[in-house]
């Protein structure tokens, strides 16, 4: 997962502070191109390439304007522009996970993008996804890919069960995975202890971490132990694979899934060409793509994921007009056609959702849960609430402690990351 859910944990490095450009003054009266320094977190093997070759385009139409790619490991992004923004050091343009951009924006980082050439096209994007670049009215990024997370499944072992449709709850879910088991020998689910992929259960009864406009925390409610409560009863009965909580759960289960050796799982589209590299995927029609089963209320949401491309508000004006040039050039629609097409991601802008684009039957399918991927609120605290429940929701699911204790645990954490939030 690339959601940025640990990123808040790890330790500031200051590694990279010397590649960051952030022009000076001095540079922008230099006679030569102006140099905009942008770190880019996409995966360094599988997307990378993508970026690279449209820099080369953009650089040869606008032979005024060169760009310093580096990549930054996404798991190290967050804490690394925190602190170079801080000492005036951090690159002209970030690529900013969503739940990112409102902490910068807070301290100042980012510059406001309304009314300049980056938001010319606004009303092309997809108007959630400009909500969630959003902070007090101001918007402080272009949104250049979007995901969420869907129930994947592989046809073929639903079919050789006698399924004939993704479950629509749950609980349709328990009954399908003990059906698979009984009729292909595999494991019909297995879920993720991690917090990011356990909001589908929350949202399922219509509840939160926290309640953002009414300042409360949530985790502990009785609508989130409902939830939580779900999850954790799919780890243990006849079919559904049980909790693994190690440092290399993630890689366990997604190789268990391309390979045919569990029958579904709940992922998001950063995985898609991924999936294609399984041996149970060859016949790229094999992958299904459904919305997340719904909670008790017959409600099923996804947390909406992605990355906006943002301006640091402490470059010069010359480096500042040159950023906001290639932010506009990296989300035209040409060109998020091209990273879609290269790389399998989600578009966020309409015009970019191509015949072509849509031929690849991954990209098509989760556009088609999209409806169903819920926004994250507008505040800066809240990706990091996700760190004590990664903490905790392991212990749990190993049966190491119980529910109450994990989410009790969760909720005094949680009150220290946000300080006048009340039960």
């Given at each position: 997962m690339r959601r940025g859910i640990a990123a808040s944990a790890l330790v500031a490095s200051l590694a990279l502070t010397a590649t960051a450009c952030g022009g000076s003054d001095s540079d922008s009266k230099s006679s030569g191109p102006v140099t905009v320094t942008w770190w880019d977190t996409s995966?360094?093997?599988?997307?990378?390439?993508?970026?690279?070759?449209?820099?080369?385009?953009?650089?040869?139409?606008?032979?005024?304007?060169?760009?310093?790619?580096?990549?930054?490991?996404?798991?190290?992004?967050?804490?690394?522009?925190?602190?170079?923004?801080?000492?005036?050091?951090?690159?002209?343009?970030?690529?900013?996970?969503?739940?990112?951009?409102?902490?910068?924006?807070?301290?100042?980082y980012l510059l406001p993008l309304d009314g300049t050439e980056a938001l010319a096209d606004q009303a092309k994007f997809e108007p959630n996804l400009i909500k969630q670049a959003q902070y007090e009215g101001k918007t402080y990024g272009v949104p250049l890919v979007t995901d969420t997370l869907a129930f994947v499944y592989n046809k073929a072992l639903f079919k050789k069960a006698g399924i004939t449709e993704a479950p629509k709850t749950w609980d349709d879910l328990k009954k399908d995975a003990a059906k698979v088991k009984s009729k292909t020998g595999v494991d019909g689910y297995w879920g993720s202890t991690q917090a990011y992929y356990?909001?589908?259960?929350?949202?399922?009864?219509?509840?939160?971490?926290?309640?953002?406009?009414?300042?409360?925390?949530?985790?502990?409610?009785?609508?989130?132990?409902?939830?939580?409560?779900?999850?954790?009863?799919?780890?243990?009965?006849?079919?559904?694979?049980?909790?693994?909580?190690?440092?290399?759960?993630?890689?366990?289960?997604?190789?268990?899934?391309?390979?045919?050796?569990?029958?579904?799982?709940?992922?998001?589209?950063?995985?898609?060409?991924?999936?294609?590299?399984?041996?149970?995927?060859?016949?790229?029609?094999?992958?299904?793509?459904?919305?997340?089963?719904?909670?008790?209320?017959?409600?099923?949401?996804?947390?909406?994921?992605?990355?906006?491309?943002?301006?640091?508000?402490?470059?010069?004006?010359?480096?500042?007009?040159?950023?906001?040039?290639?932010?506009?050039?990296?989300?035209?629609?040409?060109?998020?056609?091209?990273?879609?097409?290269?790389?399998?991601?989600l578009p966020t802008r309409t015009d970019a959702y191509t015949d072509q684009v849509k031929a690849d039957p991954g990209i098509a399918g989760y556009q088609g849960v999209l409806s169903a991927a819920q926004p994250r609120p507008a505040l800066p605290e809240y990706s990091s609430l996700w760190g004590p429940l990664d903490t905790e929701l392991p212990k749990v699911a190993g049966g190491k402690e119980s529910l109450d204790k994990g989410l009790g645990n969760a909720e005094v954490a949680i009150a220290k990351l946000v300080p006048g939030f009340g039960k």
């Open positions: 995966n360094a093997t599988n997307e990378a390439p993508t970026y690279k070759a449209l820099i080369k385009q953009f650089e040869a139409a606008n032979k005024g304007i060169k760009v310093k790619y580096v990549n930054v490991p996404f798991d190290q992004a967050q804490n690394k522009f925190d602190t170079a923004a801080g000492s005036q050091g951090a690159p002209d343009i970030l690529r900013s996970e969503v739940g990112w951009t409102p902490t910068f924006a807070k301290k100042s356990a909001q589908c259960f929350l949202y399922g009864e219509g509840t939160d971490t926290v309640d953002a406009s009414a300042k409360k925390i949530t985790v502990d409610s009785a609508a989130a132990k409902k939830g939580y409560g779900t999850w954790l009863s799919l780890f243990s009965g006849k079919g559904l694979h049980k909790a693994d909580a190690t440092a290399d759960a993630y890689a366990h289960i997604q190789d268990a899934f391309v390979n045919g050796k569990v029958a579904s799982i709940v992922q998001g589209p950063w995985e898609i060409t991924n999936f294609y590299k399984g041996s149970a995927f060859k016949d790229k029609g094999n992958l299904g793509i459904a919305t997340v089963p719904a909670g008790s209320t017959g409600k099923a949401a996804a947390p909406t994921g992605g990355h906006n491309l943002s301006v640091y508000a402490g470059s010069d004006k010359a480096h500042q007009k040159a950023a906001l040039k290639f932010v506009n050039f990296m989300t035209s629609a040409k060109s998020q056609e091209t990273i879609a097409l290269k790389n399998s991601t």
